[in-house]
């Protein structure tokens, strides 16, 4: 069997070194010391140990991916011959380390012996450091998801190159004046100084190798310039707190309903502007509402925003089985074929009219109309085109005139229009909805123009006739 035992060594002198580290040293056949550059190298020859290093590699490789793959196959071939002791600076982030891991045999036998890592050592440094800090191997840290509001230390910041990718990371969330510490030392005596620098500057410090690390402390919500989902909860939890917003802390499920259809409509007119930056601003208010109903929901013990999102995630999984699963869909129109299939094993849905009757009632009902008319048109129960529906809006309108001409009730007749209407428009591939918001946005912008010619003339709606209204709405078209 594979015997190999990896040991911390630390940053420092012999000074850092645990008894069990240095016992397992002495008792070892044989040593592999990552590399001679390393201060504990001298104490260990004066104590007698001998050993090998795999400084050599560093020569070969031409970069840190094949250096860490081409370290671990020499050290599982050593143990091949013998059980080995390797020694590493600090064992939770050597990368070696974790390459051996990834690469050994199921039957090796892998021991790692902690001791006082490097980030206990720049912690200790840190003044007033948290509780809680947030640790990444500077290499692993780009596309990390993490949070402005709490600490972070970036250990192994071996190059100008990592460093500046770690610095745009940051620099997402962080202002570029955010004060951080930077941690150089001496590899030979392994010693240890820190510094605070600006976090624009993370990348232009005059050396870099395996002691560089970089302190970043959290920064309060008011000073950031930009923010991530977890802070909008968190202003949420804020704004409907005890001593919160006395407006948001009345808000109720139902009360919000209005604001999340009027924010929708808000980033659909964006969006059909083609002006990006109401778009994100728009697509944030969406967000809000969700955030808010999310936050009413978890005070109620109803749900919070986990469920929500979980929610989401679990329904885009079980809804991609062509990505997730084993099933294949090569176009949109088989995506969607593959969608309604499972929606309807779910539901327990075995008729077209209970398809039809599972369209939810939540929807406005122009947009209803569509959904139930493209079930209806999937078992081929449809006009031929948009003319042929379009037949259908004159006939309807001619049943509204006659129930105004015979002075009856027009209720269902101006339902049967309107459905017929959402048939055109669902022919032409347009949403109703939007189409009568924009119509509406037309009028309101018209009517605006009227009003500001008739201000114009001096004159008021009061003294004027439809008619003349009229001339000044043909005006401002």
């Known amino acids: 069997m594979n015997r190999l035992t990896i040991v911390t060594l630390g940053t420092g002198g012999d000074v850092f070194l645990t008894r069990g580290v240095e016992r397992a040293l002495k008792e070892a056949r044989r040593v592999v010391l990552r590399t001679q550059r390393h201060p504990m190298a001298d104490a260990l020859r004066a104590e007698g140990v ?26 599982l071939a050593l143990c091949d011959e013998g059980p080995v002791c390797y020694a590493v600076s600090d064992a939770a982030f050597d990368t070696t380390v974790s390459t051996l891991q990834r690469l050994k045999p199921r039957d090796a036998l892998v021991t790692v012996l902690p001791g006082v890592s490097h980030a206990n050592r720049c912690l200790a440094m840190v003044e007033g450091a948290p509780a809680s800090v947030r640790l990444y191997a500077a290499a692993e840290f780009e596309g990390a998801r993490v949070s402005s509001g709490e600490a972070l230390l970036l250990m192994e910041l071996h190059s100008r190159e990592c460093a500046g990718a770690c610095k745009l990371s940051l620099m997402e969330l962080l202002p570029d004046e955010t004060a951080v510490t930077f941690f150089s030392g001496d590899e030979r005596t392994g010693e240890l100084e820190s510094r605070a620098i600006p976090l624009y500057e993370l990348d ?48 109720t499920y139902e009360s919000l309903l209005t604001n999340l259809l009027e924010e929708s409509y808000e980033y659909i007119q964006a969006v059909r502007d083609g002006d990006i930056e109401h778009m994100y601003d728009e697509l944030g208010d969406v967000l809000l509402q969700v955030a808010f109903h999310a936050e009413i929901a978890r005070q109620h013990g109803d749900f919070d925003i986990l469920d929500v999102t979980s929610a989401i995630c679990r329904k885009m999984i079980e809804r991609h089985t062509h990505i997730f699963g084993t099933e294949h869909a090569a176009t949109a129109g088989e995506v969607l074929d593959n969608w309604e299939a499972l929606k309807r094993r779910q539901r327990g849905i075995t008729t077209h009219a209970q398809a039809m009757e599972n369209v939810s009632t939540g929807l ?40 105004l001409h015979d002075g009856v009730d027009a209720e269902d007749e101006l339902g049967d229009l309107l459905f017929s209407v959402a048939s055109v428009c669902r022919l032409l591939g347009k949403n109703p909805d939007i189409a009568l918001y924009g119509a ?17 003339s001096e004159k008021c709606f009061e003294h004027l006739t439809l008619s003349e209204m009229d001339v000044y709405w043909n005006a401002g078209k």
């Open 50 to 75: 001998t050993f090998e290093t795999l400084d050599s590699l560093y020569d070969e490789c031409e970069d840190f991916d094949t250096f860490n793959h081409a370290a671990a196959v020499r050290l």
């Open 204 to 251: 232009r410090q005059p050396a870099y190798d395996h002691l560089t690390a970089a302190y970043v402390p959290a920064v309060p919500m008011e000073r950031r310039s930009r923010y991530d989902m977890d802070d909008l909860v968190q202003v949420m939890k804020r704004l409907r707190s005890p001593d919160g917003c006395p407006w948001d802390r009345e808000q």
């Open 364 to 403: 406005s009902p122009l947009l209803r109309a569509v959904k139930v008319q493209n079930k209806a048109h999937k078992v081929g129960f449809d006009y031929p085109d948009a003319a042929g529906a379009l037949g259908k809006v004159y006939e309807e309108a001619d049943e509204v005139a006659r129930c």
């Open 440 to 456: 509406i946005q037309k009028f309101i912008s018209r009517f605006k123009n009227m009003e500001n010619e008739i201000n114009k």
